[in-house]
């Protein structure tokens, strides 16, 4: 096999958060945090269970933003490098160890999983990516054509590495 020729630095694959994904996921998480304190407001339960309709409403609020703004980035796969726009490494390509896409992998939809040879921090941005621990999923909001061009891509830079 002829060997992957990318220059440092370059941007090789890219995926971006579908609109119509982002909309529908985000305008959920409204809807449902709106109509949970709605009925904590409107028809309110015994004072323990009105609490807990503004905290689970308040919570929604709060993942809706966290996706909103998680989702409005981008993600960059260079030959060093798997980042997103913000500059947040998610994982380094020599760290990479294998990559699942099957249907029973622990993946995110649309994507692939990542395992790393060493333990990273725990990171998520919702509907992106997420890292826990040696393994990184990523997609989610994403299309299924940019997810799987960049997992053949990195794919193809894990069986380089791998003595013959």
Known sequence: MQGLDFKKGEVIA????????????????????LLVIYVGIVRPPEIGWQLFL???GGGSIWIAEKMRRATALTLELTPEVLR??????????CDIQSLDRGMFAFKPSNGFLVRL????????????????????????MTPGHQAKFMAEILSAMIAERLPD
């Open 14 to 33: 890219t995926i971006t958060a579908s609109p119509g994904r982002r909309i529908l996921g985000i305008g959920s998480l409204w809807v449902l945090s």
């Open 54 to 56: 503004f905290a689970l």
């Open 84 to 93: 997103d726009s913000s500059g947040e490494i998610v994982a380094r390509t």
């Open 117 to 140: 040879n060493t333990s990273k921090g725990r990171a998520w941005r919702p509907g992106l990516w997420w890292r826990l621990g040696n393994r990184v999923g990523v997609g989610g």
